[in-house]
DNA sequence: AATATTTGGTTAAATGTTTAATCATTTAAG
DNA sequence: CTTAAATGATTAAACATTTAACCAAATATT
């Protein structure tokens, strides 16, 4: 026995007034008297009338509905990523405060964004889009509110966040240098990304530069691993730099699960940390300070990223005025077990 | 300059028809000529029309749209947890495979699930909710297309879907006893649940006990530890359980991250994995087989359970029958370097 | 007292679809 | 040749809202 959803329309009837009127009370707007406007109250109350969101948003042009948009998460990579979990647990936390709800879509190259028009979607975050992608455009030119995570795209009229990642860069590779080693090997994400200057990593990668320099410490290429972001891609760059040890050398990962998968690679070659060699990862998320050795590395505070991802969006939606359109979130290093002083 | 949207009326003038023969092309119903069917939809190509899904919606009384419920996923506990992270992925990608979103929405215990209703969800997967929690009825009391995840509910109308956590839990203590132990502590989720006797946890608990009753080893109830489900409670356990530690002790934690945490706990106050004790953990995320030591486990198909959950969900919607409503998918023992054979 | 304004409402159109009912026209059947 | 059935399309109602335009009554202003 379905019973019919009850409408403003059995409202109105019931209150004897228009339909109008019941809208009115419900979005308070117009004017109506206090006394009609308790008594459709109390009848809205009584009845337990909901709105039909799908009528408002025909009409309105919107549906308190945001997506978060993650190229590629259809691709098992992504399962491995604790990192995005983090933020779109934030995200949604501070969607539901403002009672807006959540979309999770994964995309890829050759699709079509039709959905986000079709569903009148109040505004979009997109994580991790690559600079040269041909989806970047396509999103720009869907004129929505939107806000870009973990990117860094030159144009001033976009929103976004993201973390200080060149300074996470910085004191990453200034921390090691500090432990009295002059070789620092860099591992970092997707091949390709750093030289085509996109993406976290490369401003991390400029962060390590710095340090480099300001240490005298000339850079060289061989030192700087493209190997991916993945535990799996950690595990197997062990054999890749093996060559590269000495008791000079320390390694900065950039992601934690690839210093993690890191670690067991080395552990298998018979290299121990950190009393062989210091690691470090990126991200710090909670598994580094439960693992064994617990996980040096820079801290961002993931959770909050979503947050204020989710705040520039609802801000950009509501039309309110912002001074800055680009969020740097602050990092910090955190000395763990898995980094060590060089014993000459 | 924002243009407006084409809608089928523009489609219609353009082809001299009415927007009912439009509205039948696009959803091959009633009869219309090839001829004039190709020249709408040729039109239609060409002025990139998309229909409009909250019109659709409202007449339909459906959205293609699906939610994911997490029962308390705000609560910061939950970042925790990439066993989510990987049910989710599994489930977006299911769904995007038949063209249905989906939203992933946290609730709470007081919450109301109006938003159901309102939005036409066409259904919904709830992931672990309490057999006594009020949400349940509520739930139920919808009467929407639902499946429910890692959750032993009785009602046999209702659509379920989880591992064989009751072989699990078996696998893993004769595991454990076959290596030569006879005194095997569990560590279990949320306080009270196994006496509550709902959710995966108490099925494993059920498991334990029939291959402790196998190997004649007497059971005691002093050696079940229900501590919750984080990596810190895993950690924080370790103290706990330090008195009951001898020589033919080893520990089944009911998933791998609070093994994780145990592990470094025990590591902290000087026992360590596996030389001085055997830790096994549950689930196999993909970070036991890069753990220093690797973790002992049992393998459920995360990913696969999220898209078998969206199989049954989506076969309710379009209505197909189904054999069964409930599936548990299988569990496989890993061994790997967290347990050892008990050193006489 | 005459006029202007405010208050508290109503009417009706509009939003973009789907679909039942209807209607010509063409084809098939008797 | 007449009647019945099939084909291809149209009309108009319905879905549940919002909102601009309008209106009557009450109150305020001159």
Redesign the pocket.
Known sequence: MIQ??????D??RKA?????????V??N?????????NKIKQIIEQDG????L???S????NSHLLSVIVPYLHKGEFQDKPYFWQVITGIESGARNENFHVMLTGISDDENLSFIEERHLDGIIVIGIDKNSNLLEKIINLNKPCVFMDSYLDDEKLYQVHSNDRLGGYLGTKHLISLGYNKIILISGITGKIKKQSGVDYQRYLGYRQALAEARIPYSDQLVFEEGQTMVNGYYSAQKILGCLDDNTAIFVLSDIGAMGLIRGLNELGVTVPTDISVMGYDDIFYTNYMVPSLTTIKQDIFNKGQKAIDLLLAQIKGNSLEERKISLPVELRIRESTIKRSR
């Open positions: 019919k959803k009850i409408t403003i329309k409202i109105a004897n007034v228009s339909i109008a009127t019941v809208s009115n419900l979005n707007k117009g004017r109506v008297s206090t006394k009609t406007a009338y909901t709105p039909n799908s009528a408002r025909l009409k309105n042009k």
